[in-house]
């Protein structure tokens, strides 16, 4: 028997032309799994969006199917009640003064513990995870009583400071993972050529890693955004209240306006949309390509 005759033989069958191949079912699993996980994160927004154009009586009457009737008037007038132009506003401020603040601290913090030599690294590292660990509800009453004292109580900028320090302990780990990875060559290079520490800092440093700062700030100015326990303990006074507690103004006595609540919902999460959705490759980079290291 020829070698071509005996190779002929022993070569494998081939497949048959309809089988799947071998990967293929898995793949189509991960997709039916993704695909349930998507419908379970988007359905109650899709109810909540639903609801913000119905009538409290449909509500009542049918709270998870569409609305027999459109009511897009909802929004002017869940805007004209809550007066939300102004909150929004305030939300803004405090949002980016949060977003400031906490790249810088977070920055300068992490700069100081992986390239100053920090005394005791080790023990403020334990110190950020204990911060982000701890709840801020067991701080609430000394804050109240020292923001009165200093006169920050119903401000603003009392409200972002508190900002600041229960939101930078995790974007200064997050900042110092990025600052880990980063080779030291180009800073002992500059530091050579006669650089100072801040010039260190702010030309070499900090856009290699900026791509992390933006991304801690975003989180910061998202989470600020949105916070509403604080705001509603720190902020009393309505010109400064920011739009997460405009969803008091459809509360009458003991029932509550469902319509106007969604309305005014949708309003304010229109902006977080909208900045997701234009920085979201920033953002997701910003997380996925460091890691929280310690």
């Known amino acids: 028997m020829s070698t071509a005759q005996l190779a002929v033989q022993t070569a494998p069958a081939p497949e048959q032309g309809g089988a799947a191949p071998r990967g293929r079912r898995p793949q189509v699993v991960t997709w039916i799994v993704l695909g349930l996980l998507g419908l379970y994160a988007i359905a109650p927004l899709l109810v909540f969006a639903a609801n913000a154009l119905k009538s409290t009586r449909e509500i009542d009457a049918n709270p998870l199917g569409l609305p027999q009737e459109w009511n897009w008037s909802n929004f002017a007038e869940a805007w004209e009640r809550a007066d939300m132009g102004p909150a929004l506003l ?9 977003g400031l603040g906490v790249a810088v601290i ?32 067991l701080f609430l009453v000394p804050l109240v009583s020292w923001w009165s004292l200093l006169g920050l109580y119903n401000q603003p900028i009392g409200l972002v400071i508190i900002y600041w320090a229960v939101y930078s302990p995790f ?7 990025a600052l880990l990875s980063l080779t030291k060559a180009y800073e002992e290079a500059a530091r050579m050529d006669g650089a100072g520490e801040l010039r260190v800092f702010t030309r070499i440093v900090l856009p290699m890693i900026w791509p992390t700062v933006l991304t801690a700030a975003l989180v910061a100015g998202l989470q600020a955004y949105n916070e509403f326990m604080l705001a509603v303990t720190f902020i009393q006074n309505r010109d400064f209240q920011p739009v997460a507690l405009s969803l008091y103004s459809f509360q009458q006595g003991f029932t509550t306006d469902w319509s106007l609540v969604g309305a005014a919902g949708l309003i304010m999460a229109l902006p ?8 979201q490759r920033r953002f997701i980079d910003g997380y996925a390509s460091r890691g929280v290291t310690t």
């Not at 005394?119 to 950020?128: A, K, V």
């Not at 974007?171 to 993972?177: D, E, G, N």
């Open 272 to 279: 977080v949309i909208v900045l997701f959705l234009t920085m």
């Open 106 to 137: 977070a920055t300068t913090a992490a700069y100081a513990m992986t390239r100053l030599g920090l005394p005791g690294e080790g023990g403020w590292i334990l110190w950020l995870l204990v911060s982000s660990a701890l709840p801020i509800q």
């Open 90 to 98: 305030v939300s803004l401020v405090i949002a980016v003064a949060t």
């Open 171 to 177: 974007a200064t780990l997050l900042v110092r993972s």
